[in-house]
């Protein structure tokens, strides 16, 4: 991922939730995988955007770098932010003069190694602290971007306090996030009217909340379901996730559950829609599953648009045999009788135009039948592969 994520509404939504609980008087911890805490485009750009929701807001922050290897979190604070009579303790520090309403943004990736190992404690000790400060709207304010081995010890294991909360990335991610994301891609193949609308909706299914690997997919996968499994097999190794499938967790999630936290952090798990959802590329192996994955998307898209072209087709055989013929047939073929002027199920309108209809209306006899074996494929839960899908568009053209 890159800094194009920040436009996505979800990820958008991570950066305001963090600008937000600064904005109620709390320092705030953005805490997000070891996978992605390790990504120095991620976290850079996920900084930035923090500080552009701030200048936003008309709120002071600056960005707090690395002072070195041996400098530790206070000194590293004290030369990013003052410049005369610097503190030495970390009150002094949270009430300075120079710092008065002012947000410092940090990434732990960004600092040198005693001032990493030495965060958690300084966090603590910064908690603890803002308790005390005289005047809390005008002390200095903490965002840091860090992991979750990197969180301060608060009383009972919780993951926040009053003066402190966390903000982890965790289901923030949507389907439309997604859409987007690949929609914006020049490079992406383009497959012709609703086919390419099949196509981004099995990424979308597939690739789920990894956005690095729809990208992939936006780019290499050209729709064919078969292609698929040798993509995934060949994209990314993850350990192997701490639950089997899906399972429910509920909108009130707002961490990943203590089961999964391993998982999390190597970016195997995350939560999709309600959802724990395991990584796309372990699906290589599990052929039915990612079949299943297809036939969604498959049909999401390509129902209606049967449907759509099943109403013009009984529209145009109407008109072409005419409204009584139509009613004879349809009465005389099936039991109940099937009214010419409702709606004639697609298997039904099917043998009406094999019957009715001669050689000269074999334009209407190919849509009918392929409109009819995609219905029957996409019912039973059968994706159909790019080839069927091609013919299927091309033989309803003329319903157009």
Same mark, same amino acid.
């Given at each position: 991922?890159?800094?194009?994520?920040?436009?996505?509404?979800?990820?958008?939504?991570?950066?305001?939730?963090?600008?937000?609980?600064?904005?109620?008087? !709390?320092?705030?911890?953005?805490?997000?995988?070891?996978? *992605?805490?390790?990504?120095?485009?991620?976290?850079?750009?996920?900084?930035?955007?923090?500080?552009? $929701?701030?200048?936003?807001?008309?709120?002071?922050?600056?960005?707090?770098?690395?002072?070195? $290897?041996?400098?530790? %979190?206070?000194?590293?604070?004290?030369?990013?932010?003052?410049?005369?009579? &610097? &503190?030495?303790?970390?009150?002094?520090? #949270?009430?300075?003069?120079?710092?008065?309403?002012?947000? =410092?943004?940090?990434?732990?990736?960004?600092?040198?190694?005693? +001032?990493?190992?030495?965060?958690?404690?300084?966090?603590? !000790?910064?908690? #603890?602290?803002?308790?005390?400060? @005289?005047?809390?709207?005008?002390?200095?304010?903490?965002?840091?971007?860090?992991?979750?081995?990197?969180?301060?010890?608060?009383?009972?294991?919780?993951?926040?306090?009053?003066?402190?909360?966390?903000?982890?990335?965790?289901?923030?991610?949507? !389907?439309?996030?997604?859409?987007?994301?690949?929609?914006?891609?020049?490079?992406?193949?383009?497959?012709?009217?609703?086919?390419?609308?099949?196509? =981004?909706?099995?990424?979308?299914?597939?690739? !789920?909340?990894?956005?690095?690997?729809?990208?992939?997919?936006?780019?290499?996968?050209?729709? $064919?379901?078969?292609?698929?499994?040798?993509?995934? @097999?060949?994209?990314?190794?993850?350990? +192997?996730?701490?639950?089997?499938?899906?399972?429910?967790?509920?909108?009130?999630?707002?961490?990943?559950?203590?089961? %999964?936290?391993?998982?999390?952090?190597?970016? =195997? %798990?995350?939560?999709?829609?309600?959802? #724990?959802?395991?990584?796309?590329?372990?699906?290589?192996? $599990? &052929?039915?599953?990612?079949?299943?994955?297809?036939?969604? =998307?498959?049909?999401? %898209?390509?129902?209606?648009?049967?449907?759509?072209?099943?109403?013009?087709?009984?529209?145009?055989?109407?008109?072409?045999?005419?409204?009584?013929?139509?009613?004879?047939?349809?009465?005389?073929?099936?039991?109940?009788?099937? @009214?010419?002027?409702?709606?004639?199920?697609?298997?039904?309108?099917?043998?009406?135009?094999? @019957?009715?209809?001669?050689?000269?209306?074999?334009?209407?006899?190919?849509?009918?039948?392929?409109?009819?074996?995609?219905?029957?494929?996409?019912?039973?839960?059968?994706? #159909?592969? *790019?080839?069927?899908?091609?013919?299927?568009?091309?033989?309803?053209?003329?319903?157009?």
């Amino acid at each position: 991922m890159d800094e194009r994520v920040w436009r996505l509404p979800g990820p958008r939504g991570f950066v305001r939730d963090v600008v937000a609980e600064r904005g109620r008087g !709390r320092h705030v911890l953005a805490v997000l995988p070891q996978v *992605l805490a390790a990504d120095a485009i991620f976290t850079d750009s996920l900084g930035v955007a923090v500080l552009e $929701e701030f200048a936003r807001q008309s709120t002071s922050a600056r960005r707090i770098y690395d002072a070195g $290897e041996s400098a530790s %979190v206070l000194d590293t604070f004290s030369q990013a932010l003052i410049f005369d009579n &610097p &503190p030495a303790t970390v009150p002094a520090l #949270l009430t300075h003069r120079e710092v008065e309403q002012l947000v =410092a943004v940090v990434a732990a990736r960004d600092l040198g190694t005693a +001032a990493r190992d030495g965060l958690p404690e300084f966090l603590a !000790r910064v908690e #603890l602290e803002s308790h005390a400060a @005289k005047n809390q709207a005008q002390r200095l304010s903490i965002v840091a971007i860090l992991t979750r081995d990197e969180l301060p010890g608060f009383r009972g294991g919780a993951s926040s306090d009053v003066a402190m909360t966390s903000i982890w990335w965790w289901a923030r991610m949507a !389907r439309w996030d997604v859409a987007a994301h690949i929609a914006d891609l020049a490079e992406r193949p383009h497959l012709q009217g609703v086919l390419d609308d099949v196509r =981004a909706e099995s990424i979308v299914e597939v690739a !789920r909340w990894d956005l690095d690997l729809a990208e992939h997919l936006a780019v290499a996968w050209a729709g $064919e379901p078969n292609q698929l499994p040798s993509l995934l @097999k060949d994209w990314r190794i993850v350990p +192997a996730p701490a639950v089997n499938g899906s399972r429910y967790v509920g909108t009130g999630g707002l961490q990943p559950p203590e089961m %999964v936290l391993a998982s999390w952090d190597e970016r =195997a %798990v995350e939560a999709w829609h309600d959802q #724990l959802s395991v990584a796309a590329c372990s699906l290589a192996a $599990e &052929p039915e599953k990612l079949s299943l994955l297809v036939w969604a =998307a498959q049909a999401r %898209v390509l129902l209606p648009w049967i449907e759509e072209h099943r109403s013009a087709l009984q529209t145009r055989v109407a008109e072409m045999l005419g409204s009584r013929r139509m009613a004879a047939i349809l009465s005389g073929w099936f039991d109940p009788p099937i @009214k010419a002027d409702g709606l004639v199920e697609i298997g039904a309108l099917d043998r009406v135009v094999q @019957k009715a209809l001669g050689s000269r209306d074999a334009e209407w006899r190919d849509a009918s039948r392929r409109l009819r074996d995609a219905r029957n494929c996409l019912a039973h839960m059968q994706p #159909l592969s *790019l080839g069927e899908q091609q013919s299927l568009l091309a033989a309803c053209h003329p319903l157009h």
